[in-house]
């Protein structure tokens, strides 16, 4: 079992910046891919990046490449998503999600952080 909890959402400008964490408990964190998915209001939830044990893979959803970047700190237990030239539609409850391996489902999932961003 996993436990994932998500932080750094908030109210930000259009253009500006959040760094979100996801810390988690449980089993040990350097195992689990991680990822971070959001769900915008009337949509279905949505892939935006996830990231390897060993944070030599990364992968991102066309619509944040560029501008986000997921990062991992095994020793800490936490996985970030800087997210950098925001936009309206950026605008969602992101989650933080772990994975056991590559080409398996998302299993754990976080209860979310909203992030809004103003235009």
């Known amino acids: 079992q996993v436990q994932l909890v998500e932080s750094g959402g908030g109210l930000v400008q259009t253009g500006g910046s959040l760094r979100l964490s996801c810390a988690a408990s449980?089993?040990?964190?350097?195992?689990?891919?991680m990822g971070w998915f959001r769900q915008a209001p009337g949509k279905e939830r949505e892939f935006v990046a996830d990231?390897?044990?060993?944070?030599?893979?990364?992968s991102y959803a066309d619509t944040v490449r560029g501008r986000f970047t997921i990062s991992r700190d095994n020793a800490r237990n936490t996985v970030y998503l800087y997210m950098n030239s925001l936009k309206p539609e950026d605008t969602a409850v992101y989650y933080c999600?772990?994975?056991?391996?590559?080409?398996?489902?998302?299993?754990?999932w976080g209860q979310g952080t909203q992030v809004t961003v103003s235009s």
């Open positions: 999600s772990s994975k056991v391996g590559p080409n398996t489902p998302y299993i754990y």
């Open positions: 449980g089993r040990t964190f350097s195992f689990f891919y």
């Open positions: 990231i390897n044990w060993s944070s030599t893979s990364t």
